[in-house]
Nanobody, 122 residues
């Protein structure tokens, strides 16, 4: 089982940027599709972005397309989420996830990290 540890969350003003990181324990990290979800209190966890094993294919939710960029460094077993032009509605706990394929990632059927809080002040 892959263990995931997120970092990089914090408080930022609207219009600002943050970069989240997710370090994975698996020696087979490059075999996994990696993704990010986010969750606000009382609501379901929602898909944000995912990236295939090579980094050559990415997929985003409409709400973040053009503002967020997902990337990965297989040599460091780490996936990143660069978040630009942040809005108050981006405030959430952000979770990293991994799974053997894209469908399982998007469906929320992968492994999860503990989450990192992102707060955007307006």
């Amino acid at each position: 089982q892959v263990q995931l540890v997120e970092s990089g969350g914090g408080l930022v003003q609207a219009g600002g940027s943050l970069r989240l990181s997710c370090a994975a324990s698996a020696r087979t990290f490059s075999n996994y599709v990696m993704g990010w979800f986010r969750q606000t209190p009382g609501k379901e966890r929602r898909f944000v972005a995912c990236i295939n094993w090579s980094g050559g294919s990415t997929y985003y939710s409409d709400s973040v397309k053009g503002r967020f960029t997902i990337s990965r460094d297989n040599a460091k077993n780490t996936v990143y989420l660069q978040m630009n032009s942040l809005k108050a509605e981006d405030t959430a706990v952000y979770y990293c996830t991994s799974a053997p394929n894209k469908d399982r990632v998007i469906g929320g059927a992968g492994n999860w990290g503990q989450g990192t809080q992102v707060t955007v002040s307006s």
